[in-house]
């Protein structure tokens, strides 16, 4: 039956021994483990994610907080209804719509109501 | 203007500081790996009795440990690396063991104990006389045996509380157990040695 005085002796000795072994490890295995924690080291500075994000967030947020404030000076770009300029999106529109396709359909019969109105308009003249 | 000046001074002032954040976190690891590293590789070495499978096994923690959890408090790194050595350890037994098995289907079965000779294997002397060197080198070869031979748990109980210094509550914690079966692994691994290695150790 080990006694807890002899035990912690040979807890001392075992302690002791295995402290003297590290101590004499040669300099080709210091240099190995040397290598290992830089490699860890390493991963540490490129495979924190969260590191990452938090290194670009002040960057992302002044960008962003840029931009805003280009939108809010600029403002959107005055429309004018009689401007010509706007014109392509309106005739684009137009084309676009289904009364559009029914007017090209029927291209012939506003033709006719056209020659027609101006017909009558010039008789009665 | 003055509150584009407001963000870009506050956006400059979070990233220095989460860059000197970043850098202390580094030297903090750094310093860490450094002072446990050849405890760590020893005990290592003893659990798979081979140095160059050891070191691999270091080197995983270190980078398993740097990659996912150097965000927890510094306190907790210590049983987290060996928890995760510990793991390495007990993986590296298994392919061994399943390599073992089909060598042996195969009839080329392993001779690991045979090959290895722990006091050749021990690290090169340095400033003692030879006597003494050779004594101390012997007894830690028989010590390292007796431990390696130990049953799994045992032996992590034993390395880490005796060789790591850690105390219970570390050693469970990097055992994945109680803070009582680590005591009872503790208590029979020391049983155990002393009966084997008898006098040396009296």
Known sequence: ?125 | MNACAGVFAVSCSGEQTTGAQALQRERQLNQFLAEVERRALRIAEIGVRDRDEALDLVQNAMIKLARNYVDRPTAEWTPLFYRILQNGIRDWHRRQNVRNRVMVFFGRGSHEDSDYDPIAAAPDPAGRAPDEQLQTQQAMGELELAVAVLPTRQREAFMLRTFEGLDVAGTAAAMGCSAGSVKTHYSRAVHTLREKLGEHWQ
């Open chain 1, 1 to 125: 039956m080990n006694t807890p005085d002899e035990d912690k002796v040979f807890e001392k000795s075992a302690k002791a021994m295995f402290d003297d072994s590290v101590e004499r490890l040669d300099a080709a295995t210091l240099s190995k483990l040397n290598q290992g924690r830089q490699a860890a080291l390493a991963e540490m500075a490129s495979a924190s994610p969260s590191g990452q994000w938090s290194r670009w967030m002040p960057a992302t947020g002044m960008a962003a907080a840029a931009l805003v404030a280009v939108v809010v000076l600029r403002g959107p770009a005055p429309v004018d209804p009689l401007d010509g300029t706007n014109s392509t999106v309106t005739d684009f529109e137009i084309l676009m719509s289904d009364d559009a396709l029914d007017m090209i359909e029927e291209l012939e019969f506003y033709t006719w109501i056209d020659v027609a109105e101006f017909e009558s308009t010039d008789n009665a003249g």
